[in-house]
Structures are given as structure tokens and as C-alpha cells.
């Protein structure tokens, strides 16, 4: 730390990305990624009279993109906002939102929420998962706070359904619900539709995980006109020209192959049935996921070791030091082929340890 960071971060622990090791030959299941490249057509629309145009900055409001999506979704444009990344529109949601400096957000869930509230001077209520690891509902009821749902959550994949969230926007009239789908498309309810009918609903979902593009950082908020012009006003105030060109151009790509994001999807929900079939068959128990990745843990085996089992074969998963989930990794869905390697890697790993 150099003397002149301001006093304000000094304590700040800012989060920490899953590893992007350049080795080849590695199986990479640590962040979430799709297994899958982008749609042919993003590539189509990345030519190179495209690149000639990078001299010119991008349209600042990126109409083509809220056309496509407002077309896509059956949402009005008004109601929709892109960011650099979701990333990027929780950051703004959460300078704009927090409620008298209050934001609550499960224990376990998406590791950015906590360094958010921190870098933007919110208190952090951290509300524990119950013993099965779920999210119960009524403690967001009433909550006094500006509040974050992951559903599926993040870290444990399960999922709350649309009469649940509906209850806590009944229940926090006076404060933005902020529901976080970056993987809503491998299995959960979206929430989308209710932001027509409730103003304090804001929705967003990210182009990374089941859209394939996660190196284009690209995400979308949905809600009412009135937040979405908060949100432009922090945008315009800190990064107008927030979507790049090219990102522009493969989100709307992205959108308007939906056959290809079926396809995608769907492969990887009927791999993560196989996979967790044979890791059951194997003695491990998965926590019930709706999204690309699952959380396991076996008796015979700590999570920090069969981790570290995993990385010696060359497979790389995610874990996590937080007391509640230390003894599990965090498997990211990936190719059915990575899946089996996998499959079979801990199959060697535990009968050594008969
Ligand atoms: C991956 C992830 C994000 C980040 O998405 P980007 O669009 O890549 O910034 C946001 N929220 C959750 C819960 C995620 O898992």
C-alpha cells in the first residue's frame, strides 16, 4: 500500500476472481464459464469494417442492444439498462439503492456483494442460509435494507421461487429488491415479468455465464423507467461510453441466435443430471443446483484437499475457506467429456483412500 492510498480504502478486501491459469491441458471448472465458444453469429457480426470503426466511440446508450433485449423479453426499452458486465450494474445499484446505508444479502452468496457494500460505504447485513444451506425467505420480509437475492444463488445453486420473492417485494415496499439471475437459465423462475407490476423489482442477468460470452462484458438490469434512470444518472456521472463497440455487437448476436443459447443450455442441464448421477454413485453428496455449476462434498474427503487432489490431475474446481461451505468445492458445469475426466479422477482419488 503506497502512502497515499486514501484513508477510506485502506481496509478494503476487494474480491478475489477464480484463477485464469494460461496453462494448456487444463480442465477448467473453477469460474462458471460456458464449455461452449459464442454463437457463430457473434463472430459474423465482429468483422473487420467493424474493427475499422473503433476510432468512433460506441452509442453511449446502446440502443441496439436495449432494441434487441426489449424485443426479446416483451419489456418496454424504458425498463431496461446494459452495463459492463452485471458486475458493473451492481456496482450502480448498489451506490444508488442502499437504504439508510443498509444492504442485506444472504451469508453465503456472491462474494462481490460484501466488497460492494464496502467500497460504497453501505453496512453489509448478512442474513445465514439455514442449516440445508437454502435462503429463507421471511427473514428478507420487512428487512429494513436495500436487498440482494442471487437466484439461484450463488455457491449453492438452489433456488427460490416466484411466490417467495414476491413476498419479500410485499414485504419491503420502501426498498429496492435486487434479484441477481446470472444463472436463472439453467433451471430457476425468472423474475423479469414481475418488474411490470412491482416498482421496487430490479432484475439483472449477465450475457457470462449462459450466454457464452463472459470474456465480452455484458449485462442487462430490468426495472421500472423510474430506477432505470437512477441508474443512468450514476452511469453518466461516472462512464457513459460503459459498452464497448464489439461487446455491442456480440450481445445482440447473442440475442438473436436463441436457438444456439437453447442448444447450449441445454446440454449443460442434462450434463449436470449426469454428472451428479455418478458423483451420487460415488458416495457425494450435491447440493439440489438450478444453475452451471454444483457444490459437493464427500465424507471421506475435506474440501481443501480433494481441491488440491483435483489440481495435481490437472482439473481445476473452486474452493471456498468460508466455515459453512469448507468442507464442499464448487464444480463448474463444463463439457460432458471434462465432466466424466471428473467423474473418474475422483473415483481414483477416494479409492485411495479405502
Ligand atoms: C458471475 C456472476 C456475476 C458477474 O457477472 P458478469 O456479468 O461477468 O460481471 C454476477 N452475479 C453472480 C451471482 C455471478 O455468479
New binding site residues.
Partial sequence: MSRFLSERYRSLEPYTPGEQPKCDGLIKLN??ENPFPPSPGVTDAINSAELGKLNLYPDPEAKDLIEAASRYYGVPENMIMA?N????L?AFSFMAFQKNGRIAFPDI??G?YEVYAGIFGATALKIPLDDSLKVNIDDYCGAEAMIVL?NP??QTGTAVGLDEIEKVLKTNENSVVLV?E??VNFGAESSLQLTQKYDNLLV?Q????ARNL?GG???LAFADSEIIKDLNKIKYSFNPYNLNRLSILAAVASINDDEYFKSCVGQITDTRKIFVGGMEELGFFALPSLANFVLVRHDKISGAEFYRELRERNILVRHFNDRRIADYVRITIGGREDMAALTEAAREILARRD
Avoid at 206 to 209: D, G, M, Q
Fill in positions: 469460474t462458471n452495463g458486465g452485471s458486475d458493473e451492481l452468496s456472491y462481490f442471487a444463488n450463488a441477481d446470472a444463472y439483472i449477465t450475457f457470462s455465464k463472459a462484458r455484458v449485462g
